[in-house]
């Protein structure tokens, strides 16, 4: 059974703060791996995807994810925080033809 | 931008009832999902929906749900007789191909559904 957990369903940092929002996986086979965000009253949003080749992925916005095979882990980074990166991210997995998402991660940024 | 818009982005319904959640696809894809968050769960996989038939569908998605394109534009989702549990956020999605490596999934910005 496929399912994605996101620890931590609130994250605060600072402006100019490193952003980390953890993503773990479990697949029984490679999955494709995928970022969103959700501004408020607006829908999902890609961020970024992994699929195949290289495991460090950037998206937009400044955000980048690494796919760590050993780890089952996808973790989004953000070296420095903006105020307009307040949103709601949701991390999924892709397997067969089904996207499994995770409970998603409120980020606030405190100026 | 294209866009995928869903209306109402509120429903209040009494349990028993039947709702019709709509979707206005992007124009040009041909593949459509609607999917559900329940206050504080995961966002969870119901139905996509492909050349006028069903493609896939979770166990979510048993006889009272329905979905349809009644024309070239909307996608509508039914749930004949809600139940209190059916209260969540319904989003539809539409991509140009089957989602995935290539094709992006394009979310609306959701229907909240409040059953009483």
């Known amino acids: 059974a496929q399912s994605v957990t996101q620890l931590g369903s609130h994250v605060s940092v600072s402006e100019g703060a490193l952003v980390l929002l953890r993503c773990n996986y479990s697949s029984s086979v490679p999955p494709y791996l995928f970022w969103y965000v959700q501004y408020p009253n607006q829908g999902l949003q890609l961020l970024l995807k992994y699929t195949t080749g290289a495991t460090l992925v950037k998206g937009i916005n400044g955000f980048e994810a690494e796919f760590k095979k050993s780890e089952t882990s996808f973790h989004l980074t953000k070296p420095s925080a903006h105020m307009s990166d307040a949103a709601e991210y949701f991390c999924a997995v892709l397997t067969g033809n089904q996207f499994y998402f995770g409970t998603g991660t409120s980020l606030t940024v405190i100026p | 931008e294209p866009e995928v818009t869903q209306t109402p982005s509120h429903q209040v319904t009494q349990m028993g009832q039947e709702v019709i959640l709509r979707c206005v696809p992007i124009?040009?894809?041909?593949?459509f999902y609607w999917y559900r968050q329940i206050l504080g769960q995961k966002v969870e996989f119901l139905v996509s929906f492909y050349n006028n038939e069903i493609s896939e569908k979770s166990e979510i998605f048993d006889d009272q749900f329905s979905v349809e394109r009644p024309d070239g534009s909307n996608f509508t989702l039914k749930i004949r007789s809600t139940k209190l549990e059916d209260s969540a956020m319904y989003f539809c999605?539409?991509?140009?191909?089957?989602?995935?490596?290539?094709?992006?999934?394009?979310f609306g910005p959701g229907t909240r559904l409040t059953v009483t």
């Open positions: 999605a539409s991509s140009e191909g089957l989602a995935g490596a290539i094709y992006e999934q394009y």
């Open positions: 124009s040009n894809h041909l593949y």
